[in-house]
């Protein structure tokens, strides 16, 4: 039942970016719509999946949770700013990363990487930490889109790109709300990971690669929001330091993907 | 009754030529006469433009209606000849005649395809043939009709979408830096007329703030009054333009004003904001070198021209939808022409009156019950009497009417009154005024009709160069 649900709103994802895809190329803002239809339908299914994930007794926090919950975190995000601004161009970009991690939930083999629900808040953990990544990873699109359109700017194409890509300045705001709204929820994250750690490891940090990783991206996505506060890192350079940002948030993932039992192992 | 069309465009003949041929307005009355005193012309129209002069009329015979206007265009100038003007002439009829007319209000036919000024100009023209009684049932429904097409291309198509003049597509590059412009200061430097355009579009956009500097402070003054701006003294707008979202650039400077080093501090005094520089004037008035400037961006003449042609480029595509709005609607006013004729009217005024006969009498027979032959013969007698003393008086004035050069209006009425096939498709909006075919009735629908261009709206007419 929750397979072909979830099979049902993966195909409904795919054919939104599809249709995203080639709204890219045309003029007319049919596409888009159907696309966005298409994402609200496989959202509300998306809705029913998820439910069933977490309450239906299977115990722990899976990665099959966790990348469901990240990528219908993902999604909300998106049809938010769509709805709000009409930027429907957004879907091309923001989708294929909301597919990818649920589509890797159906990868991934079935309830192996478990974390282990040795401490009872670790889902507080698990989702503040997906939170933040859903913040910087809509950073990351927005810093893509910015350069892109910089780059049309500069180069002075004026394609269909061009004119569907948002405004330099909606672009330069969408990533700096989106940082903001992703630090504390990172911060967060991170600091009830360590509470869990040394409630049942006895540290609150091991030095294992993905607590490392973790810390580096903390303290880099710190750095970046202090410069554009207090010497002007925006625009161009902030779309830089969000797109390499979102490679450590990337790495942290692939740091506890492939540490496969999580923090039972240490 | 035809339609007809002969005139003169960009697309036939030179501007030496179009603007010997073209009318002031205060001669115009007499020019409507002059074409009206024709033989066989019933009604006319004269279009002018820069780019065409095309007179619109409905003849009795369609060579004949051509050579008089060919003679109307030749008399209207005394240094052109025939043998100089025919060739460039264009005559069309009937449907070649209603969709050129289409077209050139839709814009199809313009040198920009898709500007905005020829609807005005259409209905311009229309109004002066109204006033003058030059035009009549025909032409009014035609033209009215014209219009109405124009603005549904303009809704059902994006032919007027994109900017297709240079200060505005400075104002729609902004926009692709800028989401909102109404938070956003501009500097104007130098009084070019195009820069001044170009931040009067701005300035219709909502921007928050105009900064002015030029040499001459009486032109400074001025221009601070035309855009409520604040001026700045000449030799300090390089320290002042990071306080600029965009700078326009248009002075008679020979050499460049604004180096990368000034750009490279005003984004760093703006903390890395983006700033939008464009330079119009020719010889360029920035350094090229400000596009290496990371957060500045510099557009000159030449990229807001590539610009436009892209947009020009796109306006085409839609042009093939906007013809075949243009192929519909000439099928609907085909049909409104086509119930204007004697002979079919004649044939269901009387298809009506027999189906209205045969119906009373089933019902006057049943009620009587049996008769005879003869009764029977009686009854049916009376009611053909009665149906064909009455529709004989229509029915004569209808077949000489159709004879005569206003006969259409007495087909129209007749169709009115006898509630004949008022139910062809798209025919209804068209009916709605012929009978009452009065000058005020068209004013009104004219005065109604605004389509104006938010590009255009604040530039007079005349300085479009359209």
Redesign the interface.
């Known amino acids: 039942m929750t397979v072909a649900f979830l099979q049902l709103t993966l195909g409904l994802y795919f054919i939104g970016i599809l249709l995203s895809l080639v709204y890219l190329l045309r003029?007319s803002d049919v596409l888009a719509r159907v696309a966005l239809a298409a994402t609200c339908i496989g959202f509300a299914i998306h809705t029913v999946v998820l439910a069933i994930q977490v309450f239906s007794g299977e115990a722990g926090v899976t990665f099959h949770k966790a990348l469901s919950f990240f990528s219908w975190s993902l999604i909300l995000v998106f049809l938010l700013v769509v709805l709000l601004q009409r930027i429907y161009v957004l879907g091309a970009f923001l989708l294929p990363i909301a597919f990818l991690s649920l589509i890797s939930t159906a990868v991934l083999p079935s309830e192996t990487p478990v974390l282990h629900p040795m401490f009872q808040a670790v889902w507080v953990h698990v989702t503040l930490s997906m939170l933040g990544a859903v913040g910087f990873a809509v950073a990351f699109v927005a810093g893509v889109m910015y350069l892109m359109?910089e780059r049309l700017?500069?180069s002075?194409q004026?394609?269909v790109l061009?004119f569907k890509?948002?405004?330099?300045?909606?672009l330069d705001t969408l990533n700096q709300r989106s940082m903001l709204l992703g630090f504390p929820f990172l911060t967060l994250g991170i600091l009830t990971g360590a509470i869990s750690a040394q409630v049942t490891l006895g540290a609150y940090v091991s030095w294992n690669p993905e607590q490392v990783w973790a810390l580096v991206t903390w303290v880099f996505y710190f750095v970046v929001l202090m410069g554009r506060v207090t010497?002007?890192?925006?625009?161009?350079?902030a779309a830089y330091l969000t797109i390499v940002g979102f490679a450590g948030v990337l790495l942290t993932f692939l740091g506890v993907v492939l540490k496969g039992n999580g923090i039972s192992v240490s | 009754m035809n339609i007809i069309l002969v005139g003169m465009s960009h697309k036939t003949a030179p501007i030496e030529l179009r603007e010997l041929l073209a009318v002031p307005d205060s001669r115009m009355g007499e020019a409507l006469n002059r074409l009206m005193a024709h033989e066989g012309i019933r009604e006319g129209m004269l279009l002018q433009t820069c780019n065409r002069v095309e007179v619109y009329a409905v003849a009795d015979q369609v060579e004949q209606g051509f050579s008089a206007i060919q003679e109307f265009f030749v008399d209207t100038h005394l240094s052109v000849s025939a043998e100089q003007l025919m060739p460039r002439l264009y005559c069309h009829a009937e449907d070649r005649a209603i969709t050129h007319l289409f077209r050139v209000a839709s814009s199809l036919d313009s040198l920009v395809v898709g500007e905005p000024q020829i609807l005005r100009q259409v209905k311009d023209s229309f109004q002066e043939a109204l006033t003058h009684n030059a035009t009549g049932v025909i032409l009014n429904k035609l033209i009215k009709k014209a219009i109405s097409v124009a603005k549904r291309v303009r809704t059902e198509t994006r032919i007027a979408e994109n900017a297709v003049s240079v200060s505005y597509a400075a104002v729609e590059l902004a926009k692709k830096v800028f989401s909102d412009l109404s938070a956003r200061t501009v500097m104007l430097v130098g009084a070019g007329e195009m820069a001044k355009l170009a931040a009067q579009h701005l300035v219709n956009h909502g921007v928050h703030e105009v900064l002015l500097t030029t040499r001459d402070p009486v032109r400074a003054a001025d221009m601070a009054a035309r855009f409520n701006g604040v001026s700045i003294p000449f030799e300090d707008f390089r320290a002042n333009m990071h306080r600029a979202d965009i700078v326009l650039c248009s002075t008679g400077a020979s050499h460049y004003l604004i180096a990368p080093e000034d750009v490279e501090r005003a984004v760093r005094a703006r903390w890395n904001q983006p700033i939008f520089l464009i330079d119009v004037s020719v010889p360029r008035n920035i350094d090229p070198d400000v596009r290496q400037v990371d957060n500045a961006f510099l557009f000159d003449i030449d990229d807001l021209e590539s610009h436009i042609e892209q947009n020009r480029e796109e306006r085409r595509l839609e042009a093939t939808h906007a013809e075949s709005i243009v192929k519909d609607e000439v099928e609907v006013i085909l049909k409104w022409l086509q119930s204007l004729k004697a002979t079919p009217t004649i044939i269901a005024l009387r298809k009506r009156a027999d189906a209205l006969k045969q119906a009373e009498l089933q019902k006057a027979l049943s009620r009587l019950g049996p008769l005879t032959p003869e009764q029977q013969e009686a009854v049916e007698g009376l009611a053909s009497g009665i149906v064909n003393k009455l529709l004989h008086g229509p029915l004569v004035a209808l077949k000489s009417a159709a004879q005569s050069s206003n006969g259409f209006v007495y087909i129209e009425a007749a169709r009115r009154f006898y509630d004949l096939g008022r139910s062809l498709p798209g025919q209804e909006s068209v009916n709605d005024h012929d009978v009452r075919a009065g000058t005020d009735v068209a004013m009104d629908e004219i005065a109604s009709t605004s389509t104006e261009d938010p590009e255009q709206e604040r530039i007079p007419r005349r300085a479009s160069g359209l």
């Open positions: 003029r359109q700017l500069k002075k004026f394609n061009f890509l948002p405004p330099l300045d909606f010497v002007g890192w925006r625009a161009k350079k």
